[in-house]
T-cell receptor
């Protein structure tokens, strides 16, 4: 997993509530990434950060927010503005040879 | 925009057989990388194999090899002597050199039967 940890493994939320997913890394990576995976689909990039206190939108950033106050942490908040938040969320960090390591993921279900 | 297409939603083979998963991509860039990731039932994404676009030689990793056809923008994965543990979703992915984004295909669900 390249030193990427995510919590919790499963998360349930009521409609209209914000929820924050945790992503932590212990390998001193500058860059971190958040992806979303829907059933039967590939991953899509939500946000990424290349350095502390800076982040960029990916392809599907609407309804999400992030922060990067510490190098080790890159939390993702799923806001009430996200119309279809039920999905599997994966955090990633850079790996040697221009690829990425992925954390174990968080399954978010909206009740 | 870069796109990755996997045309085989599901495949199934017997243990010890050889299987080939297809992937095509579209880009106007010349410096890029291609990957195959495996996602077993645990849902952990695992890198299987990597190919640099500037290298003509096809990458191999033990039982896994690729057929990289740059002109045709094709990047297929061959699994030899398939094992039950190869059962997983397989995703083809693409990254422009120096960029920060992996672009994924829709995936192929591979089942290895005993």
């Amino acid at each position: 997993d390249g030193g990427i940890t995510q919590s919790p493994k499963y998360l349930f939320r009521k409609e209209g509530q914000n929820v924050t997913l945790s992503c932590e890394q212990n390998l001193n990576h500058d860059a971190m990434y958040w992806y979303r995976q829907d059933p039967g689909q590939g991953l899509r990039l939500i946000y990424y950060s290349q350095i502390v206190n800076d982040f960029q939108k990916g392809d599907i950033a609407e309804g999400y927010s992030v922060s990067r106050e510490k190098k080790e942490s890159f939390p993702l908040t799923v806001t009430s503005a996200q119309k279809n938040p039920t999905a599997f969320y994966l955090c990633a960090g850079p790996a040697p040879t221009d690829t990425q390591y992925f954390g174990p993921g968080t399954r978010l279900t909206v009740l | 925009a870069q796109t990755v297409t996997q045309s085989q939603p599901e495949m199934s083979v017997q243990e010890a057989e050889t299987v080939t998963l297809s992937c095509t991509y579209d880009t106007s860039e010349s410096n890029y990388y291609l990957f195959w990731y495996k996602q077993p039932p645990s849902r952990q994404m695992i890198l299987v194999i990597r190919q640099e676009a500037y290298k003509q030689q096809n990458a191999t990793e033990n039982r896994f090899s690729v057929n990289f056809q740059k002109a045709a923008k094709s990047f297929s994965l061959k699994i030899s002597d398939s094992q039950l543990g190869d059962t997983a979703m397989y995703f083809c992915a693409f990254m422009i050199g120096g960029a920060q984004k992996l672009v994924f295909g829709q995936g192929t669900r591979l089942t290895i039967n005993p």
